[in-house]
Every structure is written in C-alpha cells, then in structure tokens.
C-alpha cells in the first residue's frame, strides 16, 4: 500500500518535445486513479515513468513516501498491466503469474497458493496448465490481470487494459477490474482514452491533453463542472454541445434562441457576464421534449422550436439530431483536439448548418422531420472563453 | 490467378522435384557408392557396387590420422559455435534494443566482415600465428572461424530479437527481473529458432572450411577431417585411394546430417504467438 506523489514532473526527449510538462498529481492510498486523454496526450509516458519505464526528465517522483526517480522499476514494488497484455508466450498461465514470485525467490508452496488465490479471483483454474496461444483475449487479459495480483503489490499501473477487448467483453471487465480493485484496496493508475471507463472506474480523473494535466476530480465533478472546453467535451457521451455565443445585460444570445441567465450562473460569470463573444456549452441532457417538462421545473428553462434532422432511438432514450444556424467555431484549439479525437469530422446537417444532439425521454413524440418544441434547462449552461477555452462558468 | 491444381501442373511439379531431387542426390550416393566398392571394381563405371566391401571404412580409421582429425574437427566446431552463440546473443540483443552512438558503423562493419575474403588474410594469419604459438592449435582455427560466424550469427539471431515485442522485457523488468534474468528467461526462450539457426550455420561453416585448416595447421593436433581427406594415400604410391577418400567423405558428412536433422525439429517459427493481443 503506498501513495503515488508526482511532484512537478517533465518527460522531455532528447530532440526537446516534452511528452509530459510539469505534472503534479497526488494519488492517495487505495485510491483508483485513472489518466485520461487523446493519443499523444502523455498520459502513457506518464504511467511509463511511474512505473520506471522512462527516465524522468525533472521534477519528483515520490512512492510511499520515498523518492524513486531513480530506483529501477524491479525495486518499486509495482505491478503493470500491458495493453498488449504482454504475456510470456513459452510459459503457462501458471508459470506467468507465478513469474514475479519465483524471481522474487518466495517459497514454493507459498507460490502455489498465491497462483490459486489469484486464479480463484479471476476464474482461470481450468487454464493454469495451458500456453497464452490458446487463450481467448478475454482469457488472456485475465492472466495479465493475475500477474499483479498475485505479487501482491504497493500499486497496480494499468495501461489501456481493456483497449484489445470486444465491446460486451470489455464492459465485463470493466465490472470485474472495479471490483478487483476495490475488494484488494490497492492504490491503481489506470491509463484509457475511453471517457466511459474513466468515469466509471475512477475513485478521480485526471484528464491530459498535450501533456498538460488538465483537470483532477471526481467523475461527477468534472462533468457537473469542467474547467475547461477540452475537460467539458470530452467527458459525457454523446458529448456537449458547443455554439457561438454573445453574452450582455445578463442574456445568453444562442444561435436558437435568447436566454435570460439565472442569478447563479451571474455570479458563476463574475466579471465576464458582459464578455461579449464566448462558446456556450450544452449537454444533451439539458434538453428536453417541451410537452414531457413538468410545470414545476419548466420556469427554470426556456422553450424553442428545433427542427429534428434525424432521432436516434435508443431504448431508453431518444438522441434528437437538429441543426442551428451558427457560424463555425475555428478560433479553438481545444475544440479542434476534441474534433480530431472524434475522428476528426463534424457533424452537420444537409443544409451545412451545426448540429446539436438533445437526449430526449422516451415519451417524447419527436420524428425526424417535424418541427417540436424544445426545452433547455437555463441553469445548466457553460460557458467558456473563446480563446483560452477556460470555463467562464467554473465553479471553484 | 488459376490456382487449381489441374493434372497437368501437378505432372509438371512432380517432374520438377524428381529433377531437383536427381540433381542434389546423385553425386551424394555416387560418393556413397564408390565407398563401398573394392579397389578393383572402382573404376568400373557402374553406380552400384558390384562387390560390395566395408574394407574403405576400415582403411580410413587404421592409420589414427582420420579419427585424431574427427576429434579436432567435432571440438573445434563444437566450441566456435558456443563461443559464436555466446557472443552474437549478446551483440545482437544490445543492437535490437539499446541506441548507442555507432550502431549502424557496427552493424556496416560487421557486414564487411562476412564479405572479406579469407584467402587474403590467410597468408598473414600463418606467419602471424607461427610467431605468437597459435599454428597447429585448436585456437588457432577457433579464432578465424568466429570472426567469420559472428557477424553473421549477429544478424541473424537480432533479426530474430527484433520480433519479440518489447513489453515482454518490459513485463520482466516489472515482474522484478535484472536485465540478465530478463535475457536469459524471456527474451532467449523465444529467440531460440534463431539461436539454432545461428548455431547450425556456424557448425557448418566450422566444420568445413577447408583454407584456414590446411594453411594453419601440421600436425594430428589440429588438422580437422577435410584437410585429413586431402592428405590419404594408398597402399603404395602408384594406388589411388580413392575408396578411403569417399569412405572418409561420407564419414565427414555424417555429423553434420544429425545436426541438421536434430535441430531441424526445434526451428519451430510462431512460438511468440499468444504473446500479445489476439
């Protein structure tokens, strides 16, 4: 059991790209700590260099009290999980989870035990004599799950564990790595460029973008309360919606409609209630069908007509696609990270307007289509400056 | 394409293979043949024997020459390859994975190397040799013939290493292991393909390199079997031995067979699978 303390940590490679610049992250004892980010956000390295994989350029890496920065990764006391699994393919399951112990000189018989323990915890009895070739993927994830635990570790680092894995498969382990996790309480760094693990695994996230930490919170405090355009798109899925703004007189001028803002958010605002141009940021789930609010809570929002170019049913909810006239938001960086993460188009209807995605109840009678009322809940808006991207909204 | 295996095609490879097969064997039981034939019958012209006798085989081992020369060719190959192995493992695995300045002149040298002609050092080497006490000692002929292999090997078997993904050595580091356990229990296991590769090529070249064993040695120390065959006489000065010769050919070549066909079975390729992902 150990805390992980990065104290101003940089990765910068020989020709000068800094992977990682001046990372400052305190880890608690058995807390689930997950890094988040885009590919090349540093978020690896930064594991890399917890795990003592890569040198630390500057700053202080502290394990349990002690200075580590350059104790070679065998005396750290950590164990990894490889994306690839990296499993020894001339050993059996038995002889891979065993491997660290045997290393580490322990007694036979204790071996033994700790292998069954392990094996017992993640189903793998019947294929403690068979080779990695034979195993499925999920099999094989297990047994690199079984190689750390078994040595019983101060810290467990976790590379995209899940990334190899099919969908269904992956949301199966994903219970099964929460609850490993939880039921051993061994600190973890978990590293995913997938929002939904990261929000679901994590006792705090920590989101990367360029090497930058980001934000580090709670899952729901970053997305009640992101600190920034990048922070806000990229956690929530569908993601949140953005559109050019004008902010004056206590009035969010939206490309659909006019919104008086709440006293709250005013004072959120502070001083940048006038700031002219921002980017307002809506979540999905802030909209809703005009017909299905009720009376009590309709005064808060403000209703408006949209036009669904496509509704997307779900089961258990709606995801209603409509247009806004609005004009392109180029000027941010951060919105452009978020677009090549998503692949690297924007959605936008037939007529080239921007779409936005509304998750609807079920009740709701909207059609692809039709023109129907919306509602949005004016107390539930972001707002972030158009340049810096920094949320005018955050609430400290 | 037309990938069918039509009637024709298939006549067309079976007489492909037996031509191949015609071509690569016949001089091999030509010389098996003239082994077993007696000295009167030799230049009969006939492939088989037509009186067969085992008396060449005998002839070869009477005189002690032949068996010393066996054992100085076993040893000395033996111990090129070992040292070889040895050696190229190493060289190999910090050419695959360290970066380090003069990497590429290295591996540029190393190829130079392979392509020197030996004839040409060979001269230097007998009156270099005389002088420190290396001529006619099994040393003597180990040294040129590593020079020779390493390179190779080196090539080979980084080939083989540079196949073996990464996190697997990671892994090890992780699981507790110093850089040596991680060589010597991960990374060498799966390079052995390799490492047999490196070993037979490197036997072979040993064991038949003739140029080197003939200039650098003189005596039943460390004369191998090629340059043994070279040095058989008949009974009398006007006799060919040729039957000893071809008993003697057959004896030398022998060994070699039972590597190959030994090690053959554990060239296996595809023993990384199931390493990562799937």
Redesign the interface.
């Known amino acids: 059991m150990a805390e992980i303390v990065l104290d101003n940590v940089v990765k910068r490679y020989p020709d000068g790209f800094e992977a990682v610049k001046e990372l400052n992250l305190e880890i608690a004892d058995g807390e689930f700590m997950i890094l988040v980010g885009p590919s090349g956000c540093g978020k690896s390295t930064a594991l890399n260099m917890i795990a003592g994989l890569e040198d630390i350029s500057a700053g202080e890496l502290r394990i349990g009290g002690k200075v580590v920065n350059r104790v070679a990764p065998r005396d750290r006391d950590i164990a990894m999980v490889f994306q690839s699994y990296a499993l020894y393919p001339h050993m059996t399951v038995r002889e891979n989870m065993a491997f660290a112990l045997r290393l580490a000189k322990v007694p036979k018989a204790e071996v033994n035990q700790k292998v069954q323990e392990a094996a017992d915890i993640l189903d793998l009895n019947e294929h403690l004599e068979r080779k990695p070739a034979n195993l499925s993927g999920g099999q094989r994830q297990r047994v690199a799950m079984g190689r750390a635990i078994v040595r019983d570790p101060s810290a467990f680092l976790m590379d995209e564990p899940l990334s190899n894995l099919d969908a269904k498969l992956r949301v199966q382990m994903r219970s099964q790595v929460a609850r490993i996790q939880r039921k051993l309480n061994t600190t973890t760094v978990y590293v995913t460029h997938d929002q939904t693990e990261a929000m679901t695994l994590g006792d705090r996230v920590a989101v990367m973008l360029s090497g930058v930490l980001q934000q580090v919170g709670s899952p729901m405090e970053l997305y009640d309360n992101p600190a920034n355009l990048f922070v806000a798109g990229f956690i929530g899925s569908p993601g949140m919606n953005f559109m050019p703004a004008t902010l004056e007189n206590g009035t969010a001028h939206l490309p659909m409609v006019d919104v008086p803002l709440p006293a709250d958010t005013l004072e959120r605002l502070g001083r940048h209630r006038g700031a002219g141009d921002v980017i307002a940021g809506i979540r999905p789930e802030d909209f809703e069908d005009a017909t299905n609010v009720e009376a009590a809570v309709r005064d808060r929002g403000i209703t408006f007509k949209a036009h669904f170019d496509l509704v997307e049913a779900m089961g258990a909810e709606y995801y209603a696609h409509f247009g806004i006239n609005a004009k392109e938001i180029v000027a941010s960086e951060e919105l452009q990270e978020l677009r090549d993460d998503a692949g690297g188009v924007e959605e936008m209807t037939e007529s080239g307007d921007t779409v936005l995605v509304a998750r609807l109840s079920p009740k709701s009678r909207a059609r692809a289509g039709e023109e129907s009322d919306l509602w949005l809940d004016s107390t539930k808006l972001h707002f972030f400056d158009a340049q810096s991207g920094e949320a005018l909204t955050f609430r400290r | 394409m037309d990938q069918e295996n039509t009637p024709t095609r298939k006549t067309l490879w079976i007489f492909a293979v037996v031509g191949v097969l015609i071509y690569a064997l016949v001089p091999v039981i030509w010389i098996a043949s003239l082994s077993l034939k007696t000295p009167e019958s030799i230049g009969d012209g006939s492939f088989l024997p037509t009186h067969w006798t085992l008396h060449n085989y005998t002839t070869a081992f009477k005189t002690g020459f032949f068996t010393a020369s066996l054992r100085n060719s076993i040893g000395i190959a033996l111990i090129t390859t070992v040292i070889a192995l040895a050696f190229a493992s190493m060289a190999a695995y910090a050419i695959t994975r360290l970066d380090f300045p003069g990497k590429t002149a290295i591996l540029a040298g190393a190829l130079a190397v392979t392509m020197f002609p030996a004839i040409s050092i060979v001269g230097g080497l007998y009156n270099v040799w005389r002088n420190i006490g290396l001529f006619d000692t099994w040393a003597g002929l180990i040294l040129p013939y590593l020079s020779f292999s390493l390179p190779l090997s080196i090539y080979i078997l980084s080939a083989f290493f540079r196949e073996i993904?990464w996190?697997?050595e990671?892994?090890?580091?992780?699981?507790?292991?110093?850089p040596l356990?991680a060589f010597w229990?991960?990374i060498l296991?799966?390079a052995v393909p390799g490492v047999f590769t490196a070993g037979i090529l490197t036997f072979i070249a040993a064991w038949n390199d003739f140029l080197f064993a003939n200039v650098l040695t003189a005596t039943n120390s460390a004369r191998t079997a090629p340059v043994a065959l070279s040095y058989f006489t008949g009974a009398s000065q006007f006799q060919q031995p040729a039957g000893a010769i071809a008993a003697g050919a057959v004896i030398v070549t022998v060994p070699i067979l039972i590597m190959v066909l030994i090690f053959q079975r554990r060239i296996v390729s595809g023993?990384?699978?199931?390493?990562?992902?799937?």
């Open positions: 993904p996190d697997l990671k892994a090890a580091q992780m699981d507790g292991a110093t356990q229990r991960v296991p799966l023993l990384t699978a199931g390493a990562v992902k799937g």
